[in-house]
């Protein structure tokens, strides 16, 4: 898909990036971390620190009322959703690392792109409650009420790499509804440095395959089943007319802020 021939930007980013690790998720997370530690595989573009979240976990707080998406996202739902669905995840990634302190020192990414470091008897708790963990986070921020349009370089990219947000939606869309059971759609920054669309089933997060996961649309039936029932398109079509893309222009820009 990809030619051989990388921007000089691009191997720039990819270069720092491997030095020096990279920023979380706004509002979520603040420190750099060295990523020097990191196993090879995972030591390219994508790497660890990516979410500067550690144990022990919390629940983030919606920046927004329960209400605030009604009704194309109903209060109900969003109370369980975060309240009862997230919050479980919280609990039980804990649950998991209580007896491990050699793993509470990581950071949830850290976790993520090296699942073969974590040992077997919980291996499966951390993959699914730490993947829950860290793609709920995302998914709470990058909602906004009335949305908003992708800025700065996310906006240039996506027209390199679908052509127009219109395109993107549509990709998105096919994503989702084609992702069997439950599961997500996602954009991500690729390591070869395009912007992706892909799915991913149950709570796997991208940063398993090191990519980073820019927005995601959660297509469990917990997110939309009682106001969508087996409609999924429509919640996807609903869940993308709030997607706050400035959010998602900001934590795309922290990819390429650090040299
Ligand atoms: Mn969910």
Request: hydrophobic share 40%.
């Amino acid at each position: 898909m990809h030619n051989t021939f990388v921007p000089a930007r691009r191997r720039m980013i990819q270069t720092s990036l491997a030095t020096v690790g990279f920023l979380t998720f706004s509002g979520l997370g603040r420190a750099m971390r060295a990523s020097s530690t990191l196993p090879p595989k995972y030591s390219g573009f994508l790497s660890g620190g990516l979410i500067d979240l550690r144990y022990p976990f919390s629940l983030p707080e919606l920046p927004y009322a329960s209400n605030a998406f009604a009704p194309g996202i109903d209060t109900i739902t969003m109370e369980i959703h975060h309240g009862k669905h997230h919050a479980g995840y919280v609990r039980k990634l804990n649950a998991a690392l209580e007896g491990e302190p050699s793993l509470q020192s990581k950071t949830l990414g850290e976790l993520l792109a090296d699942l073969d470091a974590v040992p077997d008897s919980i291996r499966i708790a951390v993959r699914n409650n730490g993947g829950g963990h860290a793609n709920h986070s995302l998914y709470w921020e990058t909602m906004r009420p009335g949305g908003s349009q992708p800025l700065g370089q996310l906006a240039a990219d996506i027209k390199r790499d679908f052509g127009s947000l219109e395109e993107l939606r549509a990709q998105l869309k096919t994503a989702a509804s084609g992702q069997f059971g439950s599961g997500w759609a996602w954009l991500v920054a690729d390591p070869s440095g395009s912007l992706v669309v892909l799915s991913t089933a149950n709570q796997d997060s991208p940063l398993m395959e090191g990519q980073h996961p820019l927005f995601g649309i959660d297509v469990w039936e917990h997110a939309y089943y009682l106001n969508y029932q087996n409609r999924r398109g429509d919640y996807v079509d609903a869940f993308l007319d709030i997607a706050d893309w400035a959010a998602v222009s900001a934590n795309y820009e922290n990819l390429f802020k650090l040299n």
